[in-house]
């Protein structure tokens, strides 16, 4: 097996998938290797919502959304905030690569392989107010018609194709332990055969060892993913200067198999690893009902109108709205001394402006069911998953006073019991501004501007009203967790993605893609995210690396 492989792709995920497939399209063969079993094929891509970030594309143009490279590239610097020359040094670079693939070739590359969006364009991650700091200046979230598994199926075709041909093979339940390095080039992998797993997706797998491997191929491609479901190591690298405190609760709102091994491995073997402490984890989660892995979190994806409260009963400042500035509501919460916040909405909000992120939690967008999504999203009500959220799940409260509101809060809340005057006085503050067109508000200003979007006035953001009006209740309030998900830093890689040692120079034989290169260059986000950004930075680094070996190999 070791001498028929020309690279070794070490994660079956989204970027190895694509790494593979632009492989096999030159004819070179590849052994994929996993610690997961085969049910897994695709990673967290699967289980993603299939949010994709492009600039100027045509869903745009349709909503009447001006968008360009320039505007793009001022958002994607602002938000990046690039501030260290040496662990910046190709990260700046991938920025500005990525942002072109955005706004150039990226929807014709998907739509070459099957990929389609919905027409409704997003407005995530809205900023924090300024024109040239963080955020997006305008909707560029386009939502894969299928979702996450879609997006997955589009490479997982293809790759399977060639391995019926032959020019793939897959050894999963193999976990590397070591890159074989032999004059001061990658050559392989060693490691440990793991017992066989027939689990279902996501499921946390046995680490039984019953064998052990060595494999060799002329170069490895480490595709492995980041650290999300390993709290110890979030906690390790953790930015307290620049987040607050760290959360003593997290939910894992990835796979248990999401546990960043691969990263001290190559760091072992030379590979230069950056901006550890840059990390996008979100402050919205919900520990979920059914779960399918240990600690299963999901996010709520939220419009801009439900009222945000810390865990001491206090309104959020600006710019801290739902769906605007992730980093700056998070160290604004945890400021607190507590780790968790509270929405509070009513059942007109939520029917419109809660959605689940997940695959699973989308079964009328993943199952590409356009009567379903007319029925579930066009209706009265919320669509059923957020439904049985709201009656099943353990952070959520339902009631029709703010008293009994705020007592239902009380009783779950991890820290001080919130006095139901002091929350009333400032829902009763905010009805009385939306009684005109005006107002000093800036949440409310916020949601009178998203509102000029065709996609939030139609299906996203709900018609201003007040929210203890009876005729929109019940109301609701959700306990906010922080929620773990993604590695911004990693193995620093030219724009090649070959991995690049701490002196600068290129490491002969290692590739690395996907979040363990921080999505490119070991870290293309810099401090944050856009959205929609990371299936789209696993499949730009992972079509760097495949395309860069399929030209240099002999």
């Known amino acids: 097996m070791s001498d028929e492989a020309d690279v070794i792709v070490v994660g079956a995920g989204l970027a190895g998938l694509v790494a593979t497939y632009e492989l096999t399209r030159a004819g070179r063969r590849v052994l994929v290797v996993d610690q997961e079993n085969r049910a897994n094929l695709g990673g967290q891509a699967f289980w993603s919502l299939g ?22 590239l001022q958002d994607w610097m602002g938000s990046a905030g690039f501030d260290r020359d040496d662990e910046d040094h190709w990260a700046r670079q991938w920025a500005q690569a990525y942002v072109r693939f955005a706004a150039t070739e990226k929807r014709q590359y998907l739509h070459d392989l099957g990929l389609r969006f919905t027409p409704v364009v997003g407005w995530a991650e809205r900023g924090g ?33 060639a391995e019926r041909r032959g020019l793939v093979r897959f050894a999963f339940r193999h976990q590397v332990d070591e890159l074989v390095v032999e004059n001061d080039a990658v050559v392989g992998v060693r490691g440990s055969v793991l017992e066989p ?10 680490r039984v060892v019953v064998d052990g491997f060595e494999l060799r191929a002329k170069a490895v491609i480490v595709t492995s993913g980041g650290i999300g479901h390993n709290h110890d190591l979030v ?39 950056v901006n550890r402490d840059r990390m996008w984890h979100y ?15 999901i996010r709520i994806i939220p419009g801009p109108s439900s009222m945000w409260f810390d865990a001491t009963g206090e309104r959020l400042p600006a710019p801290n709205f739902p769906g605007f500035d992730t980093n700056t509501s998070m160290k604004a919460i945890l400021s607190t ?31 590409k069911d356009l009567r379903q999504v007319l029925a579930s999203r066009g209706g009265k009500g919320a669509p059923a998953p957020i439904e049985a959220f709201k009656n099943h799940g353990a952070d959520f409260v339902v009631a029709r006073t703010v008293d009994e509101l705020v007592a239902g809060m009380n009783k779950i809340a991890r820290g001080p019991q919130l006095d139901a005057a002091r929350i009333e006085r400032q829902i009763v503050a905010r009805d009385r501004e939306v009684t005109n067109g005006f107002s000093k508000d800036l949440q409310l200003m916020a949601i009178a501007n998203a509102r000029r979007s065709w996609g939030d006035r139609l299906v996203r953001t709900a018609k201003p009203h007040r929210l203890l009006d009876p005729a929109h209740g019940p109301l609701i309030a959700v306990r906010l ?49 856009l959205e929609g950004t990371f299936l789209g930075g696993c499949i730009f680094s992972g079509r760097a690396a495949g395309r860069a070996l399929a030209k240099s190999l002999v």
Request: charged share 20%; with cysteine; aromatic share 8%.
């Open 51 to 72: 949010g994709l970030f492009l600039v100027d594309s045509p869903e745009q143009r349709r909503n009447g959304i001006k968008d360009s490279y320039e505007l793009a």
């Open 129 to 161: 107010g300024l024109a040239d700091g963080h955020g997006n200046s305008v909707p560029r979230f386009h939502l894969t018609w299928g979702t996450g598994p879609e997006v997955v199926r589009v490479f997982a075709e293809p790759v399977l194709a």
């Open 197 to 206: 797993s027939e689990l279902d997706r996501g499921e946390a797998s046995s």
């Open 235 to 273: 906690r390790a690298n953790w930015p307290v200067d620049r987040l607050g405190p760290c959360p003593e609760t997290m939910i894992a709102g990835v796979p248990a198999h999401v546990d960043g091994r691969m990263l001290a491995i190559s760091e072992t073997a030379g590979a230069n690893l």
């Open 283 to 297: 402050t919205e989660g919900l520990h979920n009902w059914n779960p399918i892995w240990p600690n299963h979190a």
């Open 337 to 367: 001394g507590y780790d968790y916040s509270w929405f509070v909405l009513n059942q007109t909000i939520i029917n419109r402006e809660f959605v689940l992120s997940g695959s699973e939690q989308n079964p009328d967008l993943t199952g």
């Open 481 to 529: 967790n922080v929620l773990t998900r993604k590695t911004l830093g990693g193995i620093q890689t030219n724009l090649d993605s070959q991995a690049v040692r701490a002196d600068g120079t290129p490491f002969p034989g290692l590739y690395a893609a996907g979040e363990v290169a921080g999505f490119g260059g070991g870290g293309v986000h810099g401090y944050n995210a």
